[in-house]
């Protein structure tokens, strides 16, 4: 069984178009989060969630916009797809806090905004 | 602002060699994670090592700590073709509320020559 699951796998969109990245895991975990990886390889948090609630919302523009129906999902909703948005996003989760384990990241979506 | 710098930022190294990839980061911390992306892949959690330890084994892995100096060391003994990959170093740090997420360095990418 998939502990993190994100879908889809790859996204290829238009400028200017409205999509959205699904994350589920099954390991229980208490917090879910969203990084983004750049062509450079860089990882950065965008938003991390605990409990449905949201925690962190680093310095990412309000075009993105998470959403956790239950602590077990954490989807991504992104409108007016912009060149820059190009990238690989990750979904992970982990069971918190102060030093109580590694995180679990899903397998990343690559998205191409053309 | 980005929390870990990892170095080398490239290590290409005969099979059977020892790998040793070291990363500095800037802030107290609760614990310092390493993890392996192999290309087009997820990251996979390899170890934690918690800020009140100094080194930690886990296989053929062996991750050092020494927080005065801010600095992480990860060796990878007797190296295989499959340890190809990218190699982050990932700092947790201190924090009232939890959740802060991980802030990952830039990386070392690591290839294993047959």
């Known amino acids: 069984d998939t502990a993190v699951s994100q879908t889809p796998k790859y996204l290829v969109t238009q400028m200017g178009n409205d999509k959205s990245i699904k994350c589920e895991q099954n390991l229980g975990h208490d917090t879910m989060y969203w990084y983004k990886q750049d062509s450079k390889k860089f990882l950065k948090i965008m938003f991390s969630y605990n409990n449905k609630e949201l925690i962190i919302n680093e310095t990412v523009p309000n075009r993105f916009s998470p959403k956790s129906p239950d602590k077990a999902h954490l989807n991504l909703h992104i409108n007016s797809l912009e060149l820059g948005d190009s990238a690989v996003y990750f979904c992970?989760?982990?069971?918190?806090?102060?030093?109580?384990?590694?995180?679990?990241f899903g397998s990343g979506t690559r998205l191409t905004v053309v | 602002s980005q929390q870990g710098e990892e170095d080398p930022q490239a290590l290409s190294i005969q099979e059977g060699e020892n790998a040793t990839m070291n990363c500095s980061y800037k802030?107290?911390?609760?614990?310092l994670q390493w993890y392996r992306q192999n290309s087009g892949r997820g990251l996979v959690h390899l170890i934690l090592?918690?800020?009140?330890?100094r080194e930690k084994h886990s296989g053929r892995l062996r991750v050092t700590l020494d927080t005065s100096k801010k600095s992480s060391s990860l060796l990878i003994t007797a190296s295989r073709a499959a340890d190809t990959a990218s190699y982050f170093c990932a700092t947790d740090v201190l924090s009232g509320g939890g959740a802060d997420g991980l802030t990952f360095g830039k990386g070392t990418h690591l290839i294993i020559q047959p």
């Open positions: 992970a989760s982990s069971q918190l806090r102060q030093g109580a384990g590694g995180y679990t």
């Open positions: 802030t107290s911390i609760n614990n």
């Open positions: 090592i918690r800020s009140n330890e």
